[in-house]
């Protein structure tokens, strides 16, 4: 199968979370499985060039219409660790992917409105006719749209769209002038509840609301939250439409790539280890203890890698931090916030906390750290408010680093807890797991993983080596894509 993936991220070369993990590992996956697989991304000033490949301009003169005119665009080609990607770089004045960021401009729904179209665009002039298009959260959830309302009737008849929802709390929304630049005539026809029209806001189009009505097939990254989507109001607004659109609307757990996610070869690690020799792991405890000045003693430590977000349980995150260093644990967070207040919060928290022999707060983004914290660590701690699928807890279960995770979303899925969990064996657990967003409840989880680690360190280890051993890979998740590929290319 020919299968071209669009979307805003793809790891390493342009990653801000989860999205940039699985745009990369689920097309390695289908490439080994057989498949031809290539990815259209915008060529962003800030990305990691270092990640690239034989970057070469591969189309240099594509004309993109935009509201009454063109956009010039050159079109690169590289290959990231193997994988071919094509690089949408627009000539405008706009200067849309020339920020030194990925999101966060006022203007984000145009900008990528625009690389939407652009990639149509680049499909039809540069004759390439895939079997499958995949596209991913709003920023490309205006494609099913344009395709089957305007380049259907260009010579793409016959591609098929699959649309994948890896966080419902950013929708994309828009008014008359996004329908207007995309070319979307007829703002009547569009602004209809059946289409693209908001479900609240009467005054805006939805761009993940289109993605699900003009999809083939419609997913999220975890059966758990697919039924949390169309059962609980996690969809922010999308429950109703969801619900028009059941039968083509599925969960799929995310995988990660082994490949790259790996404590017995992963490139960024002083030692390796794996689930036989487990003892080895402590050599990267003692390497992070040295690189972050923490003192090297007899206590667990306790890490949390993620963004600094509400979705994160930014204060139980926080409540952790304390009530770790109260049980006599160390703290080691590694985070990125997305929002003004909580950066200020955190970093005063840091600057509180800095002499502090037993915490480390590092704030920013460092790909590299995290692969050492991850290994270093003993335990994880993921209280999020809501979660599609996680995947910090599915590295730390790789890293033989134990879970304690909140029971939402995709970490019901791949979490089972050591005291209570019913579905599996005792020697098939392999965390914690707590429910309420409180800070007893994260207290119970954490508290019930420092007694263990405590008092019976041999117990915690076999938890840590059972987590080891369970396969998250791309392997299972990618045939099922397939599936998915497949029921639709024959619609
Ligand atoms: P998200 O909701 O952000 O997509 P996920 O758990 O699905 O969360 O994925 C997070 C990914 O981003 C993981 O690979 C994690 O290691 C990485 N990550 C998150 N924050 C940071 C950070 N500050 N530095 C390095 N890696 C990070």
């Known amino acids: 199968m020919y ?47 270092d990640h690239i490949w034989g970057l070469h301009d591969a189309y240099r003169d594509l004309y993109v219409p935009w509201f009454d005119g063109w956009v010039h665009c050159s079109v690169y080609c590289g290959w990231v660790h193997g994988q071919v990607c094509f690089f949408i770089e627009p000539h405008s004045e706009d200067f849309y992917f020339d920020r030194g960021c990925y999101y966060g401009c006022n203007d984000d729904n145009m900008r990528f409105a625009f690389f939407s179209k652009a990639a149509l665009e680049f499909l039809l002039q540069s004759n390439k006719r895939p079997d499958v298009i995949h596209c991913h959260d709003w920023q490309t959830g205006l494609i099913p749209v344009m395709l089957y309302e305007i380049y259907k009737y260009h010579g793409m008849a016959n ?32 602004f209809s509840y059946d289409k693209l029209r908001d479900n609240f806001n009467p005054f805006s189009i939805n761009f993940m609301k289109g993605g699900i009505v003009y999809a083939n097939a419609v997913n999220t990254v975890s059966p758990h939250h697919a039924w949390e989507a169309r059962y609980t109001t996690i969809s922010y607004g999308l429950g109703h439409t969801l619900e028009v659109h059941q039968d083509k609307f599925t969960g799929i757990l995310n995988g990660i790539d082994y490949g790259f996610w790996n404590p017995e070869n992963d490139r960024y690690l ?19 203890r040295e690189r972050l000045l923490l003192r090297e003693e007899n206590k667990p430590i306790v890490c949390f890698i993620g963004r600094l977000d509400d979705q994160k349980g930014v ?60 290994a270093g660590s003993d335990m994880i701690v993921v209280p999020s408010n809501f979660e599609p699928c996680g995947l910090t807890q599915v590295i730390a279960l790789k890293y033989g680093t134990v879970p304690i995770v909140r029971g939402v979303g995709g970490l019901v899925n791949t979490v089972f807890d050591h005291d209570y969990d019913q579905a599996h064996p005792p020697e098939e657990r392999n965390g914690f797991v707590f429910y309420e967003l409180d800070n007893i409840a ?20 076999q938890l840590a080596i059972q987590g080891m051993k369970y396969d998250y890979s791309w ?7 397939i599936a998915m590929y497949d029921r639709i290319r024959h619609q």
């Not at 954490?446 to 680690?453: E, I, K, N, S, T």
């Not at 392997?475 to 894509?481: D, F, G, L, S």
Request: proline content about 3%; overall charge negative.
């Open 159 to 190: 591609q098929r769209v699959c649309y994948t929802i890896h966080n419902f709390k950013h929708q994309g929304f828009g008014g008359t002038d996004i329908l207007e630049a995309t070319q979307l005539r007829r703002p009547e026809y569009y």
């Open 475 to 481: 392997k299972n998740p990618a045939q099922e894509y």
């Open 3 to 49: 299968i071209v993936q669009i979307a805003s991220e793809c790891a390493p070369v342009i990653k801000a979370g989860g999205l940039g993990d699985v745009v990369y590992g689920l097309s390695r996956e289908l490439e080994s499985q057989g498949h031809c697989v290539e990815l259209i991304l915008p060529k962003y000033d800030c990305m990691r060039y």
């Open 315 to 374: 204060h139980l995150v926080h409540h952790a931090i304390y009530y770790a260093l109260e049980r006599g644990a160390q703290f080691v967070l590694l985070g990125s916030a997305t929002e003004a207040a909580i950066d200020q919060w955190f970093r005063h928290e840091k600057e509180f906390l800095n002499n502090n022999p037993d915490c480390h707060i590092e704030l920013g983004f460092n790909e590299e750290l995290s692969h050492l914290i991850y």
């Open 270 to 288: 002083p030692y390796h280890y794996s689930a036989d020799s487990f003892e080895q792991k402590h050599y990267n405890t003692k390497a992070l």
């Open 442 to 461: 994260l207290e119970s989880g954490l508290g019930r993983a420092f007694d263990l680690w405590g008092q019976n360190r041999k117990i915690f280890e």
